[in-house]
């Protein structure tokens, strides 16, 4: 690409978060820190290109009216709705501005984990059987047997996960079923617990995949509260507590089959330019993988994020990983080398 781009870096700031009388204390987890936008500006400037900073609030639409940008960069985590992060590449598309990342199907997919669990079982890929509770006092299905794992079944960054949530007799599920329902104000998703290794893989690209070194999230150096289990507490507060072990410890075997699947599911919920794939390793079955989310906008904060750290064992800078995701959303607007910004900016009139 000859010259710089001019970029809208789309994001939702903490800072700039609403309020409301009955949120949770860990509502606004998933949203990005100032730190992390101007390292994405600072990264992407560092690629020859123009970037201007947008919140992702109901003024964008006026703002990218006015702006004539050439692409979006968009990490925006959205406000509220059960599809909230689909609603900014909505809006981008009404507008025909190209953005990076995944489009809105695949965003609102992933973000309703039950359907996307539904997904990745329909293509035969491993993930745990569940259960999805509206009341709390519903009946367990005879397939699921207790320890069982218990979360929100629409949020990220480990919203709703403390260390009650594995439930291992009846009166722990009935307790964590009915304060997360009345707290998060949605179903709850019910899983056969896992036991063992926390293992992610970051995917980059979309004709060709590339999967990231695996990362380890080792959690035995994490306050004892916590009970082994990767709390919103610890993602949101205590990102430094766990050791982040990448490469990850694992035969060639397995690290060829941890690649096979998060390409696979990837593939399978539509996923472009990059995600990360959440797998357990199985401690009582010689380590299967299960998939226990796919993430289609992964944290991008250096120094902090699995995918950041993922990058740098591949022997990539921040820089270079998000000028790479940047490439990946190119190679699908092949019109961007071509047509004038002016031109396109017609289409936002």
């Given amino acids: 690409m000859n010259g710089g781009l001019r970029i809208a870096l789309l994001a939702n700031l903490k800072a700039n978060a609403p309020k409301s009388a009955w949120e949770p204390p860990d509502r606004w987890a998933e949203l990005d820190s100032e730190r992390t936008v101007k390292a994405i500006a600072k990264a992407l400037e560092q690629g020859g290109h123009r970037v201007t900073f947008l919140e992702g609030d109901i003024g964008l639409c006026e703002k990218l009216k006015s702006g004539k940008f050439d692409i979006a960069f968009n990490i925006c985590e959205g406000h509220q709705g059960d599809a909230r992060e689909s609603h900014v590449p909505a809006l981008l598309e009404m507008l025909g501005v190209p953005y990076t990342g995944s489009k809105v199907l695949c965003l609102a997919l992933t973000l309703d984990k039950p359907m996307a669990k539904r997904v990745l079982a329909f293509h035969g890929l491993p993930t745990p059987r569940f259960q999805v509770f509206e009341d709390p006092e519903a009946a367990l299905d005879p397939v699921l047997s207790y320890p069982l794992f218990v979360k929100p079944a629409a949020e990220g ?193």
């Fill in 157 to 349: 960054t480990g919203k709703g996960i403390t260390g009650d949530s594995v439930a291992r007799n009846d009166g722990e599920l009935r307790r964590q079923l009915r304060w997360l329902i009345e707290t998060y104000q949605q179903p709850a998703l019910v899983e056969q617990y896992v036991e063992g290794r926390e293992i992610t893989v970051g995917v980059l690209g979309n004709r060709q995949l590339r999967a990231l070194p695996p990362l380890e999230i080792d959690l035995s150096t994490c306050p004892p509260e916590e009970r082994g289990i990767y709390t919103s507490r610890i993602k949101a507060d205590l990102p430094t507590a766990p050791r982040y072990l990448c490469p990850a410890s694992l035969s060639k075997a397995q690290v060829r089959k941890l690649s096979r699947l998060a390409v696979a599911a990837f593939r399978a919920l539509g996923c472009l330019d990059v995600a990360r794939v959440d797998f357990k390793l199985d401690a009582h079955d010689r380590e299967k993988p299960c998939i226990l989310e796919v993430n289609p906008l992964p944290g991008l904060s250096p120094g902090i994020s699995d995918l950041v750290f993922e990058a740098e064992a591949e022997g990539m800078t921040h820089a270079q990983l998000i000028n790479a995701i940047l490439d990946a959303a190119l190679e699908r607007y092949p019109h961007l080398a071509r047509q004038p910004v002016e031109e396109r900016a017609l289409v936002m009139a």
